[in-house]
């Protein structure tokens, strides 16, 4: 049952990332990306990751894809217009691309199958074990990023702001 379930989410998430990228609206794409990501977190649950679930939820479903709307809501940008397309063969080459990829990777699959975790115990979902490899051995890194994403906030309001006399 575990399985159908989990199957059933990796669909699902595929499936509206694809209609994430191939959107022309871009609200409807982000909402798309929403259903993505909580398909993505009922695959971490069945994993038994469920930290790595609810920050899947909290901070990426909540937090970031909030910033997306506020952004394209700044913005205000509209649907994009259905041109006529100036290079056909290109949709048609990289839709038998995506075909030969799909296959290879369900060969790969069924040759080698995929395997679970070890033991039910393998994985204990406990926080601690993790905070204390984040702040000991991945302090330095864990730093940068938070240095990195304070330099993106300044330049997003930089960038926001208008310029003054237009």
Do not use: C, T
Not at 80 to 104: K, N
Not at 120 to 137: C, K, T, V
Request: charged fraction near 10%; charge should be positive.
């Amino acid at each position: 049952m575990d399985r159908l379930i989990f199957d059933a989410a990796s669909l699902v998430a595929i499936v509206f990332a694809g209609l994430m990228v191939v959107g022309r609206d871009p609200v409807k794409s982000v909402l798309s990306l929403v259903v993505s990501f909580f398909a993505l977190a009922v695959g971490y649950v069945l994993l038994l990751a469920p930290f790595i679930a609810a920050l899947q939820v909290i901070v990426y479903a909540g937090a970031i894809l909030v910033l997306f709307l506020f952004v394209l809501m700044l913005l205000n940008v509209g649907v994009e217009s259905r041109d006529r397309d100036p290079r056909p063969i290109q949709r048609w080459v990289s839709a038998a691309a995506l075909v030969v990829f799909a296959a290879l990777l369900l060969g790969l699959l069924r040759a080698h199958g995929a395997s679970g975790p070890s033991a039910p115990g393998a994985l204990s979902g406990e926080i601690a074990p993790l905070a204390r490899l984040l702040f000991s051995r991945y302090l330095l890194p864990f730093e940068a990023l938070s240095v990195l994403l304070l330099a993106a906030l300044v330049g997003a309001f930089v960038l926001a702001q208008r310029v003054k006399g237009s």
